[in-house]
Nanobody, 115 residues
Framework: QVQLVESGGGLVQPGGSLRLSCAAS????????MRWYRQAPGKQRVLVAT???????NYADSVKGRFTISRDNAKNTVYLQMNSLKPEDTAVYYC?????????WGQGTQVTVSS
């Protein structure tokens, strides 16, 4: 059974920073691409960032230059460093792993950007 556990969310002022973590309980974590999604109230879940098994990254246009995804394969953990946060970044953030044919999600961590 694959488990993903996110942490690091919270309340932050505009312009502030947070680092999210997602710990995965899965063998051979290093071979899987990892993704961060977010879902704002009343909106669909959207892809924020992806990191491949080789470490290459991709970002949604809305977060490019502000967010950084990284991974530590020794700790089975993926991170999302979020800088210059804006109120529109407020959402529940989820990490995701696909091990075909299954799609695994964490429980989510709330990020609220407000003064």
């Amino acid at each position: 059974q694959v488990q993903l556990v996110e942490s690091g969310g919270g309340l932050v002022q505009p312009g502030g920073s947070l680092r999210l973590s997602c710990a995965a309980s899965i063998n051979n974590f290093r071979v899987y691409a990892m993704r961060w999604y977010r879902q704002a109230p009343g909106k669909q879940r959207v892809l924020v960032a992806t990191i491949s098994s080789s470490g290459s990254t991709n970002y949604a246009d809305s977060v490019k230059g502000r967010f950084t995804i990284s991974r530590d394969n020794a700790k089975n953990t993926v991170y999302l460093q979020m800088n210059s946060l804006k109120p529109e970044d407020t959402a529940v953030y989820y990490c995701n792993l696909v091990r075909s044919p299954y799609d695994y999600w964490g429980q989510g961590t709330q990020v609220t950007v407000s003064s």
